[in-house]
C-alpha cells in the first residue's frame, strides 16, 4: 500500500537535565528519523524546556543533547518548544525568542495536537 503522503514523526522531549540519556535517546532517534528521510518534529516540554535555553546547562550528558539538537536543526528537523514551558525556565518572552538556541522556536500545545490530528506518529521521552 503505498500513502501519497509520507508519515511525519514527533518527538516529544519531557526529559531534562535530570536525565539527559533518556533526552538523548529521544533525539538521537529523532535523528535516524530525519537522516532516513522521514519529516521529523521535535516539541520540548516541562523541564526539557531548558535545553532550548540559549544559556547552556552543563553536567553529565549535557553537550551530547545540545549536539544533537544543532544536529536536528542542520537536518531540518522542525524544534520547538513549550511557550509556557520556556518563561517559566528561559524567561522567554513570546515576542523575543534572542535567550533560546538557533532554530528552536517557541510553540504552544495546540501545535502537537494539530500535528497528531494531522496523522503524525507521536513518542515522548
Given at each position: 500500500m503505498q500513502n501519497d503522503q509520507q508519515a511525519t514523526l514527533q518527538v516529544i522531549i519531557t526529559s531534562g537535565p535530570e536525565d539527559?540519556?533518556?533526552a538523548l535517546f529521544g533525539l538521537q532517534l529523532a535523528l535516524v528519523s530525519i537522516s532516513s528521510g522521514t519529516p521529523t518534529r521535535v516539541f520540548l516540554t516541562l523541564r526539557a524546556s531548558q535545553w532550548a535555553c540559549?544559556?547552556?546547562l552543563s553536567g553529565a550528558g549535557a553537550s551530547e543533547v545540545y549536539l544533537a539538537l544543532e544536529g536536528l536543526v542542520a537536518a531540518g528537523a522542525e524544534v520547538?518548544?513549550?511557550?509556557?514551558?520556556?518563561?517559566k525556565h528561559c524567561s522567554v518572552d513570546s515576542e523575543d525568542s534572542s535567550t533560546l538556541r538557533a532554530g528552536i522556536r517557541p510553540a504552544g500545545l495546540m501545535s502537537v495536537v494539530?500535528?497528531?490530528?494531522s496523522g503524525a506518529k507521536t513518542l515522548t521521552f
Open positions: 539527559p540519556d533518556k540559549a544559556r547552556s520547538g518548544a513549550c511557550s509556557a514551558c520556556l518563561h494539530h500535528k497528531t490530528m
